[in-house]
């Protein structure tokens, strides 16, 4: 589970901006959004560099 959603939120970006920075398609970014389906290691890490946050705060805490 992730909280991109979350931080997307905190930080006032919307999903579709997100998709465009990260040149994906808006439905893959809902999805990780959602926890529908997780990102890969490498789209974690770039989704963290777009948001200017570590990528251990995209991570849900157990």
Do not use: C, F
Not at 15 to 38: C, D, F, P
């Amino acid at each position: 589970m992730n909280r991109i959603k979350k931080v997307l939120k905190e930080k006032g970006i919307s999903q579709t901006w997100l998709a465009k920075q990260m040149g994906k398609s808006y439905n893959s970014i809902n999805e990780y959004a959602r926890n529908v389906r997780q990102p890969s290691i490498e789209d974690l890490y770039r989704i963290a560099k777009v948001l200017d946050v570590n990528a251990k705060d995209l991570l849900e805490e157990e």
